[in-house]
């Protein structure tokens, strides 16, 4: 539905600029994920008082 409104608004260039954000946000988050998982992991095991 997101992508419908940019088209609205803006046109090709934001729909274009959204696709690639979120390409990128992809390729990081896969890096990131193990991280997160690790630190989640561990808050969840040592945060409970």
């Given at each position: ?23 990128i ?21 040592f945060?409970?008082?």
């Open positions: 539905m997101v992508e419908i409104n940019l088209i609205k608004k803006g046109g090709i260039h934001i729909l274009l600029f959204y696709w690639t954000r979120s390409f946000q992809i390729k990081d988050s896969k890096i990131l994920c193990k991280r997160n998982f690790l630190r989640f992991s561990f808050d969840t095991l945060s409970k008082k």
